[in-house]
T-cell receptor, first 116, second 115 residues
Framework: EAGVAQSPRYKIIEKRQSVAFWCNPI?????LYWYQQILGQGPKLLIQ????????DSQLPKDRFSAERLKGVDSTLKIQPAKLEDSAVYLC??????????????FGEGSWLTVV | AQSVTQLGSHVSVSEGALVLLRCNYS??????LFWYVQYPNQGLQLLLK??????LVKGINGFEAEFKKSETSFHLTKPSAHMSDAAEYFC?????????????FGTGTRLQVTL
């Protein structure tokens, strides 16, 4: 079974530039998450989709971050304009239907962003 | 609101020694608790989870954790450390299951295993 795919793995941009990250969840997984992991901290949820609808985006900085999952499958996270404090690993995760006993949230390998 | 506190950002043990990684949680409702492991340059992998039932939960790679409601703890243990256990470990809590669920993570504990 293929895992959660993310690209690019690494990206270096200058502040005020834009960047986009792509995620393809495990086939059949209805729930998709984007987490931000800053060095030395635990992952923080940015946005959660159920199919192509947003379930939770309360911690997404909407003035500069946007995300979409138009067809309920793959997803794109965009940052525009980037700030130095956006340097982090962006983790995509998916699960069948949220998590429930018997379900697991699977994480991708992450997209590492450095803003200089 | 729920939160997780992991005591000790770095833990060092000798190979073959007991591993103990501490996690305390705060939740207004009965929690669901998780431990994830992250190897360098990789994503997070689920080690084990507590939902309901038996409070001692066994996971992969010989790890186990015990849910203690009275102590609001979910410490992770392994009787004998291997070099391959060196990684970052995250405790997480969720206050619900299903489509609206989300995980709140602690800040992580880096485990170092020495010869």
């Amino acid at each position: 079974e293929a895992g959660v795919a993310q690209s690019p793995r690494y990206k270096i941009i200058e502040k005020r530039q834009s960047v986009a990250f792509w995620c393809n969840p495990i086939s059949g997984h209805a729930t998709l998450y984007w987490y931000q992991q800053i060095l030395g901290q635990g992952p923080k949820l940015l946005i959660q989709f159920q199919n192509n609808g947003v379930v939770d985006d309360s911690q997404l900085p909407k003035d500069r971050f946007s995300a979409e999952r138009l067809k309920g499958v793959d997803s794109t996270l965009k940052i525009q304009p980037a700030k130095l404090e956006d340097s982090a690993v962006y983790l995509c995760a998916s699960s069948l239907m949220g998590w429930m006993s018997g379900n697991t949230i699977y994480f991708g390998e992450g997209s590492w962003l450095t803003v200089v | 609101a729920q939160s997780v506190t992991q005591l000790g950002s770095h833990v060092s043990v000798s190979e073959g020694a007991l591993v103990l990684l501490r996690c305390n949680y705060s939740s207004s409702v009965p929690p669901y608790l998780f431990w994830y492991v992250q190897y360098p340059n990789q994503g997070l992998q689920l080690l084990l989870k507590y939902t309901t039932g038996a409070t001692l939960v066994k996971g992969i790679n010989g790890f186990e954790a015990e849910f203690k409601k009275s102590e609001t703890s979910f410490h992770l243990t392994k009787p004998s450390a291997h070099m391959s256990d060196a990684a970052e470990y995250f405790c997480a809590v969720s206050d619900r299951a299903g489509t609206a669920s989300k995980l709140t993570f602690g800040t992580g504990t880096r485990l170092q295993v020495t010869l």
